[in-house]
């Protein structure tokens, strides 16, 4: 018996020390001593909004309150979303620390529809007040719109000199050119997702297509037939026959790589991959009309039982402020939110050709649900 | 003597399938740790490079997760004995009612696929205050190790012949003596072997690890993913010899008693 | 051996309790964090939003709400009718069929081979099976996703001497050659462990009776190392079906493997409930391959105590 206490406690005194070795992530930068609000923003998409966030906004907005400190996590491509969701989901309803106090990601739509975030108006959140009531509207009363985007057609302009104008001509070329288009599964990156929903409206009245802007219509959705019709025609003119890759870089990567010869890509990604090297300047970039492709804002959502949402609110606010708006225009190319007749009349002439007040917006949130499993179930390998 | 040769012909073509098969993938992913790049096709890469290494190492949150899997690993191979081998003798020692439900329940829990009750744990580990402790991401860990640290170790107690036991016995020996210089050392191979089996269970765990351990903790293999993605190929390279080393080190260590047939034995239900 | 094993086991009243007390421990905890999940899982599945279920209840799309007392098959219902899922699963199993063939012949194979053969190289063969047990998956499959992609070794090599072989990523052949991969180890230990139990004695008999070594195997080796085998290849079996991280990292958009499906249904499509039909759907799968596993079991127990 001696040896099996000495066997039991030896266990114990190490797996104690061992519980001592586990780290947490956040110690090295800790922040949180000497009476400080530490912020925990929870990024869902791309490294390029990290940077931002890393670079752009952070520590300005620390500088401007010293008393506030935020900590920056990136799930790459929303990997963990339904993790995140339940986890969020669940601390709410039992109103407990979901260990995240901002949210920069896909899922805050979804959020804000269940009723889980803090409400965002110009009340609670001053810096609202510039931006379109619209917009606002579409974030379903949680989500806080802080950057917008559009998709463009790039195209390799080694191969293409006169690239498409509209969708029709960019489907013809398409099927002219066998192999060299592709775009990735609208559930795994917007710029698929655009392409998709673009190709769908182009057999949509207006106002259905504003019917599914703004609002869950399911049986609104048998309209879409038509489109999908033409998306699985495609498959065979698509690179290798029908692969769709997983993620809006990695379509970027197939196009840098010559792979491809065109597709549709977010705007933002396009204009900082070519700044870091990573897109050679022999890609190009352009718009379509008849429809355009879609594009939005990327919303910005806080636990509404989250124990720092003062600061996070303030921290929201910081982000529509015109300083800001202007480092997310020029360092990953976002669209600002705010009136362009508030940034700096540099940035102004960059987007005085991108429009970016006549955004075409994407679907509601439940819609693009929707139409994520409906591209799944009619068009790859069909 | 015509088709002995055949049969040694056919034999290499197998094991040298075999290697490629099976080292292939490893070698073709970690040469690329050393290299510069690679242009397709050839069959080496244009330069070597330690570049690679210096990054990972620099890294501070790759290091964090590096050290955080080398932790709970261990912490849960520890726990999961301490729960399970008494249990584990219980299985091979006793006859009790509902005995073999029990062996089979046991694996049956880990037959569901572990993303449908991602909602409802988190309720559960809010509710018992376990989100983002180090004894929540255990339990996680612990969860998924339960079936090796009972099946084998049970086969293995069940298999030290009485024989011995009642000669210590005879000769003297407290039950406690008997356990510890008869039973214990004849059932340790088994044991283990589940601890290998478990440490590896442990250190491939990443969905529940994320769920339960985020933000705080994060392991290895919840970062792989970022990894594989978001760094050059030639990182996530890195990153996967330095996350085989440990498994490389166990499998030097365990070898003799798996390939003995420990393993197997555990997993035939008596 | 195995005969005097089951019969030492002490069945007494008092031991018999102690017994049940001390294998309590990992079933609480296993019933806890597992078992009760899992039935509000079903639950929620046949259409019961209430309890713990509401939380996920208030954001679900399409969802079935029970409507009497035991709840529901709405749900299940919605996804038969699916040509989608309909596919998935006929996949899955297909992919689980081919998989478990594959990995039962090599280690089939591998083990006769340490058995018949013996020597260096055999136990090398052996060993080199067991590898992938000591890597972990996610390595695993980003390592044969690169080893057969375009750009991958085995089309470096066909361009080598001017071919142009298939690229191999993304496809359901490729999810066949991760899980063969991934599960080989396993099944080397099971079946070569069995193999090796088959005493000298036996064989030598079978063989100086005039019987080759074909016959010898089939109607000798096999029949003794029937368990294991059957072990082997239920788990194998209950390993691919559920399986998430290959198919997910090397398989095709479509078809898709069911593993793969949860994932999507919860956070693409925002349908946790059918998400976790989809989870029973595996489940119940897993469940009729476990029959032949318990069966196996039985049979010899009994054949064997009589």
Same mark, same amino acid.
């Given at each position: 018996?001696?040896?099996?206490?000495?066997? /039991?406690?030896?266990?114990?005194?190490?797996?104690?020390?061992?519980?001592?070795?586990?780290? @947490?992530?956040?110690?090295?930068?800790?922040?949180?001593?000497?009476?400080?609000?530490?912020?925990? /923003?929870?990024?869902?998409?791309?490294?390029?909004?990290?940077?931002?966030?890393?670079?752009?906004? /952070?520590?300005?907005?620390?500088?401007?309150?010293?008393?506030?400190?935020?900590?920056?996590?990136?799930?790459?491509?929303?990997?963990?979303?339904?993790?995140?969701?339940? @986890?969020?989901?669940?601390?709410?309803?039992?109103?407990?620390?979901?260990?995240?106090?901002?949210?920069?990601?896909?899922?805050?739509?979804?959020?804000?529809?269940?009723?889980?975030?803090?409400?965002?108006?110009?009340?609670?959140?001053?810096?609202?007040?510039?931006?379109?009531?619209?917009?606002?509207?579409?974030?379903?009363?949680?989500?806080?719109?802080?950057?917008?985007?559009?998709?463009?057609?790039?195209?390799?302009?080694?191969?293409?000199?006169?690239?498409?104008?509209?969708?029709?001509?960019?489907?013809?070329?398409?099927?002219?050119?066998?192999?060299?288009?592709?775009?990735?599964?609208?559930?795994?990156?917007?710029?698929?997702?655009?392409?998709?929903?673009?190709?769908?409206?182009?057999?949509?009245?207006?106002?259905?297509?504003?019917?599914?802007?703004?609002?869950?219509?399911?049986?609104?959705?048998?309209?879409?037939?038509?489109?999908?019709?033409?998306? @699985?025609?495609?498959?065979?003119?698509?690179?290798?026959?029908?692969?769709?890759?997983?993620?809006?870089?990695?379509?970027?990567?197939?196009?840098?790589?010559?792979?491809?010869?065109?597709?549709? /890509?977010?705007?933002?990604?396009?204009?900082?991959?070519?700044?870091?090297?990573?897109?050679?300047?022999?890609?190009?970039?352009?718009?379509?009309?008849?429809?355009?492709?879609?594009?939005?804002?990327?919303? !910005?959502?806080?636990?509404?039982?989250?124990?720092?949402?003062?600061?996070?609110?303030?921290?929201?606010?910081?982000? !529509?402020?015109?300083?800001?708006?202007?480092?997310?225009?020029?360092?990953?190319?976002?669209?600002?939110?705010?009136?362009?007749?508030?940034?700096?009349?540099?940035?102004?002439?960059?987007?005085?050709?991108?429009?970016?007040?006549?955004?075409?917006?994407?679907?509601?949130?439940?819609?693009?649900?929707?139409?994520?499993?409906?591209?799944?179930?009619?068009?790859?390998?069909? | =003597?015509?088709?002995?040769?055949?049969?040694?012909?056919?034999?290499?073509?197998?094991?040298?399938?075999?290697?490629?098969?099976?080292?292939?993938?490893?070698?073709?992913?970690?040469?690329?740790?050393?290299?510069?790049?690679?242009?397709?096709?050839?069959?080496?890469? $244009?330069?070597?490079?330690?570049?690679?290494?210096?990054?990972?190492?620099?890294?501070?949150?790759?290091?964090?997760?590096?050290?955080?899997?080398?932790?709970?690993?261990?912490?849960?191979?520890?726990?999961?004995?301490?729960?399970?081998?008494?249990?584990?003798?219980?299985?091979?020692?006793?006859?009790?009612?509902?005995?073999?439900?029990?062996?089979?329940?046991?694996?049956?829990?880990?037959?569901?696929?572990?993303?449908?009750?991602?909602?409802?744990?988190?309720? =559960?580990?809010?509710?018992?205050?376990?989100?983002?402790?180090?004894?929540?991401?255990?339990?996680?860990?612990?969860?998924?190790?339960?079936?090796?640290?009972?099946?084998?170790?049970?086969?293995?107690?069940?298999?030290?012949?009485?024989?011995?036991?009642?000669?210590?016995?005879?000769?003297?020996?407290?039950?406690?003596?008997?356990?510890?210089?008869?039973?214990?050392?004849?059932?340790?191979?088994?044991?283990?072997?589940?601890?290998?089996?478990?440490?590896?269970?442990?250190? $491939?765990?990443?969905?529940?690890?994320?769920?339960?351990?985020?933000? $705080?903790?994060?392991?290895?293999?919840?970062?792989?993913?970022?990894?594989?993605?978001?760094?050059?190929?030639?990182?996530?390279?890195?990153?996967?010899?330095?996350?085989?080393?440990?498994?490389?080190?166990?499998?030097?260590?365990?070898?003799?008693?798996?390939?003995?047939?420990?393993?197997?034995?555990?997993?035939?239900?008596? | 051996?195995?005969?005097?094993?089951?019969?030492?086991?002490?069945?007494? %009243?008092?031991?018999?309790?102690?017994?049940?007390?001390?294998?309590?421990?990992?079933?609480?905890?296993?019933?806890?964090?597992?078992?009760?999940?899992?039935?509000?899982?079903?639950?929620?599945?046949?259409?019961?939003?209430?309890?713990?279920?509401?939380?996920?209840?208030?954001?679900?799309?399409?969802?079935?709400?029970?409507?009497?007392?035991?709840?529901?098959?709405?749900?299940?219902?919605?996804?038969?009718?699916?040509?989608?899922?309909?596919?998935?699963?006929?996949?899955?199993?297909?992919?689980?069929?081919?998989?478990?063939?594959?990995?039962?012949?090599?280690?089939?194979?591998?083990?006769?081979?340490?058995?018949?053969?013996?020597?260096?190289?055999?136990?090398?063969?052996?060993?080199?099976?067991?590898?992938?047990?000591?890597?972990?998956?996610?390595?695993? *499959?980003?390592?044969?996703?690169?080893?057969?992609?375009?750009? +991958?070794?085995?089309?470096?090599?066909?361009?080598?001497?001017?071919?142009?072989?298939?690229?191999? +990523?993304?496809?359901?052949?490729?999810?066949?050659?991760?899980?063969?991969?991934?599960?080989?180890?396993?099944?080397?230990?099971?079946?070569?462990?069995?193999? %090796? *139990?088959?005493?000298?004695?036996?064989?030598?008999?079978?063989?100086?009776? +005039?019987? +080759?070594?074909?016959?010898?195997?089939?109607?000798?080796?096999?029949?003794?190392?029937?368990?294991?085998?059957?072990?082997?290849?239920?788990?194998?079996?209950?390993?691919?079906?559920?399986?998430?991280?290959?198919?997910?990292?090397?398989?095709?958009?479509?078809?898709?493997?069911?593993?793969?499906?949860? %994932?999507?249904?919860?956070?693409?499509?925002?349908?946790? %409930?059918?998400?976790?039909?989809?989870?029973?759907?595996?489940?119940?799968?897993?469940?009729?391959?476990?029959?032949?596993?318990?069966?196996?079991?039985?049979?010899?127990?009994?054949?064997?105590?009589?």
């Amino acid at each position: 018996m001696k040896r099996l206490t000495t066997v /039991v406690a030896l266990g114990a005194v190490t797996a104690l020390a061992l519980t001592g070795c586990a780290k @947490k992530s956040g110690d090295d930068t800790a922040a949180s001593s000497g009476g400080k609000t530490t912020v925990r /923003v929870l990024i869902s998409g791309d490294t390029n909004v990290q940077d931002l966030w890393d670079k752009g906004i /952070v520590p300005g907005f620390e500088k401007a309150n010293p008393n506030i400190a935020v900590t920056v996590e990136l799930d790459l491509h929303g990997e963990h979303d339904s993790q995140n969701l339940a @986890k969020m989901a669940a601390a709410v309803k039992g109103n407990s620390d979901s260990g995240m106090d901002l949210i920069d990601g896909g899922f805050v739509l979804q959020a804000a529809q269940a009723g889980f975030l803090a409400p965002a108006d110009p009340s609670t959140v001053p810096g609202l007040s510039d931006v379109p009531g619209d917009i606002i509207k579409a974030g379903g009363g949680g989500g806080i719109p802080y950057r917008g985007s559009s998709v463009l057609l790039a195209y390799n302009s080694t191969k293409v000199a006169k690239p498409p104008q509209t969708l029709d001509t960019l489907l013809a070329w398409i099927k002219a050119n066998k192999g060299q288009f592709t775009y990735n599964s609208p559930k795994s990156g917007g710029s698929g997702a655009s392409f998709v929903t673009t190709v769908l409206d182009k057999y949509l009245s207006p106002a259905d297509q504003q019917t599914l802007r703004t609002g869950y219509d399911q049986a609104l959705e048998s309209t879409w037939d038509k489109g999908f019709a033409e998306l @699985k025609s495609l498959n065979q003119y698509v690179y290798q026959g029908g692969v769709y890759p997983n993620g809006n870089a990695q379509v970027l990567q197939l196009l840098s790589a010559g792979s491809i010869t065109m597709a549709p /890509v977010w705007s933002d990604q396009f204009i900082s991959g070519q700044k870091t090297g990573q897109i050679p300047a022999t890609i190009k970039a352009t718009q379509i009309s008849d429809p355009s492709f879609t594009g939005g804002a990327a919303y !910005l959502g806080i636990p509404k039982n989250s124990p720092n949402k003062a600061a996070a609110l303030k921290l929201a606010s910081y982000a !529509l402020t015109p300083a800001v708006q202007n480092v997310i225009a020029t360092t990953i190319a976002g669209y600002p939110v705010i009136p362009l007749a508030k940034l700096p009349a540099q940035t102004q002439e960059i987007f005085k050709a991108a429009h970016p007040d006549t955004l075409r917006p994407t679907y509601f949130s439940q819609v693009t649900n929707d139409m994520n499993k409906a591209w799944d179930d009619k068009v790859p390998g069909k | =003597m015509a088709r002995r040769l055949t049969t040694n012909v056919l034999l290499t073509l197998f094991l040298a399938l075999l290697v490629v098969f099976i080292l292939g993938p490893l070698l073709w992913l970690g040469i690329r740790a050393f290299a510069t790049s690679w242009t397709y096709p050839n069959l080496l890469p $244009d330069g070597w490079t330690l570049e690679w290494w210096r990054k990972v190492i620099a890294d501070n949150q790759l290091s964090t997760a590096v050290q955080n899997s080398l932790t709970f690993a261990p912490l849960t191979v520890i726990v999961s004995a301490v729960i399970c081998l008494p249990a584990a003798y219980a299985f091979g020692r006793h006859d009790f009612a509902g005995r073999k439900i029990m062996l089979v329940g046991i694996f049956a829990t880990n037959a569901f696929p572990k993303m449908g009750l991602f909602v409802t744990m988190a309720s =559960m580990f809010y509710a018992l205050g376990l989100m983002q402790t180090v004894l929540g991401i255990v339990i996680v860990h612990v969860m998924g190790t339960v079936v090796f640290m009972t099946w084998i170790p049970a086969a293995a107690f069940g298999a030290v012949p009485r024989s011995l036991e009642e000669a210590a016995r005879d000769a003297g020996a407290s039950p406690a003596r008997v356990f510890f210089r008869v039973t214990l050392p004849l059932a340790l191979p088994g044991i283990l072997v589940a601890m290998v089996m478990s440490f590896l269970a442990s250190f $491939d765990e990443a969905q529940g690890t994320y769920l339960v351990g985020y933000p $705080d903790y994060l392991t290895m293999p919840t970062q792989m993913y970022s990894l594989v993605l978001n760094y050059p190929l030639q990182m996530a390279a890195v990153f996967s010899i330095l996350l085989s080393i440990p498994s490389v080190l166990l499998l030097a260590l365990a070898h003799r008693h798996i390939m003995g047939g420990q393993l197997a034995e555990g997993f035939q239900l008596r | 051996m195995r005969r005097t094993r089951v019969a030492a086991r002490s069945s007494g %009243q008092p031991r018999a309790v102690l017994g049940f007390v001390m294998a309590l421990p990992p079933l609480l905890l296993i019933a806890v964090f597992a078992g009760l999940p899992i039935v509000l899982a079903v639950g929620y599945s046949l259409g019961h939003t209430g309890g713990l279920n509401s939380v996920t209840a208030s954001y679900a799309q399409h969802q079935h709400v029970a409507t009497s007392g035991w709840g529901t098959f709405a749900a299940y219902r919605e996804m038969l009718a699916t040509g989608r899922f309909r596919t998935d699963v006929a996949v899955t199993v297909l992919v689980t069929l081919l998989s478990t063939a594959v990995v039962l012949v090599l280690a089939l194979g591998i083990a006769l081979n340490l058995r018949l053969r013996g020597g260096r190289v055999a136990g090398a063969i052996a060993a080199l099976g067991v590898i992938p047990l000591f890597i972990p998956v996610v390595i695993a *499959s980003w390592a044969i996703l690169t080893f057969y992609s375009t750009d +991958g070794f085995i089309r470096s090599v066909f361009a080598q001497v001017g071919l142009d072989a298939p690229a191999l +990523g993304f496809k359901v052949v490729t999810i066949v050659i991760g899980s063969v991969w991934t599960s080989l180890p396993f099944a080397v230990l099971m079946v070569s462990s069995g193999i %090796q *139990s088959v005493p000298d004695a036996v064989i030598d008999a079978a063989r100086d009776s +005039g019987a +080759g070594l074909l016959r010898t195997t089939r109607s000798v080796i096999l029949p003794m190392a029937f368990i294991p085998i059957v072990i082997a290849t239920t788990f194998t079996a209950i390993g691919v079906l559920g399986s998430f991280t290959v198919p997910y990292f090397t398989g095709p958009n479509s078809p898709r493997m069911l593993g793969v499906d949860i %994932q999507n249904y919860f956070a693409a499509y925002n349908q946790p %409930q059918q998400a976790i039909v989809i989870a029973v759907t595996i489940f119940v799968l897993a469940s009729g391959i476990a029959v032949l596993y318990i069966w196996a079991n039985f049979r010899s127990a009994n054949s064997k105590d009589l």
